[in-house]
């Protein structure tokens, strides 16, 4: 049974525009998430990250917002550049982020288009 | 630093032989991972070391999946006898944790195909 969920495998947006990546996730334990991005033949490079005792966290054009009580996340990137195209994971720790597993969903593929 | 090290990026082999992959982690980092992507299951974490010590081997399919790290440096994931449901892109990552949030570094993968 998957804990991190996305459940859109592919988004496509104008640049310029938001893009908006969503992930669900069903263990109440996890307390620390992230996102990674993945470029074709690369492996994934971390993105941004967030504890559990925020509900927003910033970076750039990056931001990831935290709902605990929907257990949902969502990364915004704002303006989308077609740079951007890529898969994006989300993941999960029950560790506070500490030495452990990480729980990855499946990814979102998003193009971003001139 | 290079970054988590892979090799070979690219094996293809044949069904019943032996593949190893093998993982150069970041220097100074102490714990390192093996993951494997499909597009069936996606990224899944297959064992992990903290100080060359395995931590969690959960994730390991079947005994035909085997990990060692010998040392700080140095990781190998081997499949013996390997099948075609192998084929996938393996992963290795490495952190080096020393107190507060981590975060995992990956290598560029190896594509494995077995025919």
């Known amino acids: 049974d998957q804990q991190v969920k996305q459940n859109s495998p592919s988004l496509s947006v104008q640049e310029g525009r938001i893009s908006i990546l969503n992930c669900d996730y069903t263990?109440?334990?996890?307390?620390?998430f992230l996102w990674y991005k993945k470029y074709p033949a690369e492996g994934p490079t971390f993105l941004i990250s967030i504890s559990s005792i925020k509900d927003k966290n910033e970076d750039g054009r990056f931001t990831v917002f935290l709902n605990k009580s929907a257990k949902h996340l969502s990364l915004h990137i704002v303006p989308s550049q077609p740079g951007d195209s890529a898969v994006y994971f989300c993941?999960?720790?029950?560790?506070?982020?500490?030495?452990?597993?990480?729980?990855f969903g499946k990814g979102t593929k998003l193009s971003v288009k001139p | 630093d290079a970054g988590v090290i892979q090799s070979p990026r690219h094996e293809v082999t044949e069904m019943g032989q032996e593949v190893t992959l093998r993982c150069k982690p970041i220097s100074g980092h102490n714990s390192l991972f093996w993951y494997r992507q499909t597009m069936m299951r996606g990224l899944e974490l297959l064992i992990y070391f903290n100080n060359n010590v395995p931590i969690d081997d959960s994730g390991m399919p079947e005994d035909r999946f085997s990990a060692k790290m010998p040392n700080a440096s140095f990781s190998t994931l081997k499949i013996q006898p390997s099948e075609p449901r192998d084929s996938a892109v393996y992963f290795c990552?490495?952190?080096?944790?020393?107190?507060?949030?981590?975060?995992?570094?990956f290598g560029p993968g190896t594509r494995l195909t077995v025919l």
């Open positions: 263990n109440s334990m996890f307390d620390y």
């Open positions: 993941a999960a720790s029950g560790y506070g982020g500490s030495q452990g597993n990480l729980i």
């Open positions: 990552a490495s952190d080096g944790l020393a107190g507060g949030t981590d975060t995992q570094y």
